[in-house]
């Protein structure tokens, strides 16, 4: 792109330092127009690299969130599975605790039925 000064001198005839006054200045607007591009590019990295970040973050929060919700599930589990299991063998040990008491008993009710019986026999 050339300035006022360049497209004037356009339409006649150049002289060599008026050429190559435009031909510099077309090479000066040249470089403004790199590092214009360049700053723009400079000023958009922070901004990809900041939303590339965010949205990592953001990924790896819900992955943890995840995570956590699968961890507490299992920890449920198992809880209610213990619970169950500490039922059965409160259950276990009622019935054996009720198979060892009435085994006892009849013994004793046994062991009393025969000593009386001794005794019919002695009184017959």
Same mark, same amino acid.
């Given at each position: 792109m050339l300035s006022w000064q360049g497209r004037k001198l356009c339409g006649?005839? /150049?002289s060599g330092r008026q050429r190559w006054m435009a031909i510099r200045e077309a090479e000066l607007?040249? +470089?403004? +127009?790199k590092k214009k591009a360049f700053l723009q590019t400079a000023k958009l990295k922070p901004e990809l /690299?900041?939303?590339?970040n965010v949205e990592y973050d953001i990924k790896v929060q819900e992955e943890n969130s995840q995570l956590y919700?699968?961890?507490k599930e299992a920890?449920? +589990?198992l809880f209610e599975r213990q619970k169950k299991a500490e039922a059965q063998k409160a259950s276990a040990d009622a019935e054996l605790y009720t198979r060892q008491h009435t085994a006892k008993g009849s013994r004793r009710s046994s062991s009393n039925?025969?000593?009386?019986?001794? /005794?019919?026999r002695i009184h017959s």
């Open positions: 006649r005839r /150049l607007q040249m +470089e403004v +127009e /690299l900041s939303k590339a919700r699968r961890q920890e449920a +589990e039925w025969e000593s009386r019986s001794h /005794l019919l």
